[in-house]
C-alpha cells in the first residue's frame, strides 16, 4: 500500500513539474524585447489552420539587414489587434517596431510585433 502512495506521489510530482516548465518555456520569449526602425518591404498572410492567421512582415534595417516578424495576437501581452496592424502598415514606410522573442531560423520562430509606430505621420507621407 505504501508503495502505490509514494508511486502517486511521485507521478503527481512528475506532471506538476512537466506543467511548469512548459509554462515557464512558453513565457521565455516576452523576456526578450527588442525596438527596430525598419521600412516595410513586404507583408504575408499564411494560415496554419482553420482558427490561426500568420502574419509576416518583411522588414529592411537601416544597414541594409533584412528582418522577418511575425504578427499574432498574444494573451499574455493583451495584444488583440494583430488584424489592425497588419493592415495598417504601409510598404516602403518607416516605422519604429516594438517586438518581443527570439528569431531560431531552424524552428521558423520569429519575434512577434507588439507595437508599431510611424516614424513620418500619415498626414506627412507622400
Known amino acids: 500500500m505504501r508503495k502505490h502512495k509514494a508511486l502517486r506521489y511521485k507521478i503527481i510530482a512528475a506532471i506538476v513539474c512537466s506543467i511548469i516548465i512548459s ?24 494560415k496554419k489552420s482553420k482558427n490561426k492567421t500568420i502574419y509576416l512582415i518583411y522588414t529592411q534595417m537601416d544597414n541594409g539587414t533584412v528582418k522577418v516578424f511575425k504578427n499574432i495576437n498574444s494573451f499574455p501581452e493583451l495584444k488583440f489587434n494583430s488584424q489592425d496592424i ?20 531552424l524552428l521558423s520562430s520569429y519575434e512577434n510585433i507588439v507595437k508599431v509606430q510611424a516614424v513620418k505621420p500619415y498626414n506627412q507621407w507622400q
Open 23 to 46: 509554462v515557464l518555456i512558453s513565457l521565455i520569449p516576452h523576456f526578450f524585447r527588442n525596438t527596430y526602425t525598419v521600412i516595410i518591404s513586404s507583408k504575408q498572410i499564411e
Open 86 to 105: 497588419y493592415g495598417g502598415l504601409r510598404i516602403n514606410r518607416k516605422y519604429k517596431i516594438r517586438a518581443y522573442g527570439l528569431r531560431i531560423p
